[in-house]
């Protein structure tokens, strides 16, 4: 069975953030040194069977915040209807994103997917038009498109720990955005690619082939840390904390 269940070991590291000593960062060495990639187009069977060719881009993408959605919009406004199959759609008085049944803003869904893919006989090129917007302009795709569409299926999470001595920090966890991390309708993906053995085929681990992600979650001066422990981490020979996704070597 290609999909591993994440009752594994896992290795994590714990260090405070060169840029604000009220951070301490854990990071799963686990999953940042294991060999994922996207597959998109090229195996990726999509969350749901049902719609193998959209990936996970069925349900459209919720909003982090006001600044999240404005960012997107700023380049919105720069697709033309070669880059982007649904532009029309678009530009109708709907606009290009709706309100779920919590009253959360995120990408209108069309034709089962969000609005912004666009489908394998399209001329402009199939996959996300905002992505592929980005690599024809030379931008980023980080910087163009919703925060939760390229942080997937990486995970920030922010919590307050207390020392015990009255003092307390804020830890920053980077790991993997696991099918829990959908809530209970995670366990109802027909596919999911983290745990996937078949994603699991990255030429560099995931702190370098990830690497503007992460800098853009922790910053500069935190992923140089990363990348010394991360590095450390690989060179311990037998190690057992290998995602046990990853191909044997």
Same mark, same amino acid.
């Given at each position: 069975?290609p =999909?591993?269940?994440?009752?594994?070991? #896992?290795?994590?590291? =714990?260090?405070?953030d060169?840029?604000?000593?009220t951070?301490?960062?854990?990071?799963?060495?686990?999953?940042?040194? !294991? #060999?994922?990639?996207?597959?998109?187009?090229q195996?990726?069977?999509g969350?749901?069977?049902?719609?193998?060719?959209s990936?996970?881009?069925? $349900?459209?993408?919720? &909003?982090?915040?006001?600044?999240?959605?404005?960012?997107v919009a700023? &380049?919105?406004?720069?697709?033309?209807?070669?880059?982007?199959?649904?532009?029309?759609?678009?530009?109708?008085p709907?606009?290009?994103? =709706?309100?779920?049944?919590d009253g959360?803003l995120?990408?209108?869904?069309?034709?089962?997917?969000?609005?912004?893919?666009?489908?394998?006989?399209?001329?402009?090129?199939?996959?996300?038009?905002?992505?592929?917007?980005? $690599?024809?302009?030379d931008?980023?795709?980080?910087?163009?498109?919703?925060?939760?569409?390229?942080q997937?299926?990486?995970?920030?999470? &922010?919590?307050?720990v207390?020392?015990?001595?009255?003092?307390?920090?804020?830890?920053?966890?980077?790991?993997e955005?696991?099918?829990?991390?959908w809530?209970?309708?995670?366990?109802d $993906?027909?596919?999911?690619? !983290?745990?996937?053995?078949?994603?699991?085929?990255?030429r560099?681990?995931?702190?370098?082939?990830?690497?503007?992600?992460?800098?853009?979650?922790?910053?500069?001066?935190?992923?140089?840390v990363?990348?010394?422990?991360?590095?450390?981490?690989l060179s311990?020979?037998?190690? !057992?904390?290998?995602?046990?996704a990853?191909?044997?070597?």
């Amino acid at each position: 069975m290609p =999909e591993v269940l994440l009752d594994f070991p #896992r290795a994590y590291t =714990e260090f405070t953030d060169p840029a604000d000593a009220t951070q301490v960062f854990r990071c799963d060495l686990t999953w940042l040194t !294991s #060999r994922w990639t996207c597959i998109f187009g090229q195996g990726c069977k999509g969350i749901y069977a049902t719609a193998p060719d959209s990936g996970c881009c069925t $349900l459209g993408a919720h &909003f982090s915040d006001d600044d999240d959605r404005d960012r997107v919009a700023t &380049f919105v406004d720069q697709l033309g209807p070669d880059d982007w199959q649904h532009h029309a759609e678009g530009h109708e008085p709907e606009g290009w994103t =709706e309100t779920d049944e919590d009253g959360d803003l995120k990408t209108r869904v069309v034709g089962g997917a969000c609005i912004f893919h666009n489908d394998r006989d399209f001329a402009g090129g199939y996959g996300c038009a905002l992505h592929g917007w980005a $690599l024809g302009h030379d931008v980023k795709p980080h910087e163009v498109k919703p925060d939760v569409c390229w942080q997937l299926p990486m995970r920030r999470r &922010f919590r307050d720990v207390d020392r015990g001595d009255g003092t307390t920090y804020t830890e920053v966890e980077i790991g993997e955005y696991v099918r829990a991390g959908w809530g209970p309708g995670g366990h109802d $993906l027909d596919w999911y690619c !983290s745990s996937n053995t078949e994603a699991h085929v990255g030429r560099e681990p995931v702190y370098v082939s990830n690497a503007d992600e992460l800098v853009a979650l922790m910053g500069e001066g935190a992923y140089e840390v990363l990348v010394r422990l991360c590095e450390e981490h690989l060179s311990v020979p037998g190690r !057992s904390t290998r995602h046990a996704a990853d191909p044997t070597r």
